[in-house]
T-cell receptor
Framework: KAGVTQTPRYLIKTRGQQVTLSCSPI?????VSWYQQTPGQGLQFLFE???????NKGNFPGRFSGRQFSNSRSEMNVSTLELGDSALYLC??????????????FGSGTRLTVV | AQSVAQPEDQVNVAEGNPLTVKCTYS??????LFWYVQYPNRGLQFLLK??????LVKGSYGFEAEFNKSQTSFHLKKPSALVSDSALYFC????????????FGKGTRLHILP
C-alpha cells in the first residue's frame, strides 16, 4: 500500500511569504503529526491531528498552523516566513492517536528553504 | 514534561564490532519508547518500540534495545555492525500519563567504518 506522501518535496520561498505543505497519510490512518527537522535542533514537534481535531501542539509561534480534512489529509501553513524556518518538515501518520499501540510511518519530508 | 537525551552526536564503530547508541529519558509516568533511523534524504523509518513487557526488544535489521527503568535508559544495540547501518538514529518517548506528545532526541549519527 502507498506510504505517507508529502508534497512538494522541495520548496524555495522568500522571507515574508507564506507556504502550505501537504501530507497524505497511509490509507486508514487517522492521526497525522508534523515535525520540523533542523541540524541543530533535531526533530521538534509541531502538532498532531486526529479525526480533524488538533490533539497537541508544540512550542512554535502562531505563524505555524495546520488542519486536517475529513479524508485525513493534512496541511500545514507557515505565514510570514523567516530565514530560520528553513528546515525539513516531516509528516507522520499512525492508526491511533498518541501511539498507544502503533508507531509512526514518516513521509520523506518537504525541504523548505527561505531566502 | 517528558524529555529524551541522546548524549552522543556521533558514534564511530568498525564493521563487525558491536554497536551501542545511547538514549536516556525523563517522564512523569511510564514511558513508551521508540527508535527510528533516517537515511540521507529520507524520512524516518521505524526500528523498534517498547510498550510493556520484556525489557529486551528486538526490531528491524538485527537491532535490539534494552529498557532499563532504574537508569531511565533505552540504548540501541546490534551485535555486529554493517557499513549499511551508517545513518542518523533517533530515540523518542511518550509519557503514558502525559499529554501524548511524542518527543524525539536530537539524533546520533552512526558511522560504521569498513
Amino acid at each position: 500500500k502507498a506510504g505517507v506522501t508529502q508534497t512538494p518535496r522541495y520548496l524555495i520561498k522568500t522571507r515574508g511569504q507564506q507556504v502550505t505543505l501537504s501530507c497524505s497519510p497511509i490509507s486508514g490512518h487517522r492521526s497525522v503529526s508534523w515535525y520540523q527537522q533542523t541540524p541543530g535542533q533535531g526533530l521538534q514537534f509541531l502538532f498532531e491531528y486526529f479525526s480533524e481535531t488538533q490533539r497537541n501542539k508544540g512550542n512554535f509561534p502562531g505563524r505555524f498552523s495546520g488542519r486536517q480534512f475529513s479524508n485525513s489529509r493534512s496541511e500545514m501553513n507557515v505565514s510570514t516566513l523567516e530565514l530560520g524556518d528553513s528546515a525539513l518538515y516531516l509528516c507522520a501518520s499512525s492508526l491511533d492517536a498518541g501511539l498507544v499501540r502503533y508507531g509512526y510511518t514518516f513521509g520523506s519530508g518537504t525541504r523548505l528553504t527561505v531566502v | 514534561a517528558q524529555s529524551v537525551a541522546q548524549p552522543e552526536d556521533q558514534v564511530n564503530v568498525a564493521e563487525g564490532n558491536p554497536l551501542t547508541v545511547k538514549c536516556t529519558y525523563s517522564v512523569s509516568g511510564n514511558p513508551y519508547l521508540f527508535w527510528y533511523v533516517q537515511y540521507p534524504n529520507r524520512g524516518l523509518q521505524f526500528l523498534l518500540k517498547y510498550i510493556t513487557g520484556d525489557n529486551l526488544v528486538k526490531g528491524s535489521y538485527g537491532f535490539e534495545a534494552e529498557f532499563n527503568k532504574s537508569q531511565t535508559s533505552f540504548h540501541l544495540k546490534k551485535p555486529s555492525a554493517l557499513v549499511s547501518d551508517s545513518a542518523l538514529y533517533f530515540c523518542a518517548v511518550r509519557d503514558k500519563l502525559g499529554d501524548d506528545k511524542i518527543i524525539f532526541g536530537k539524533g546520533t549519527r552512526l558511522h560504521i567504518l569498513p
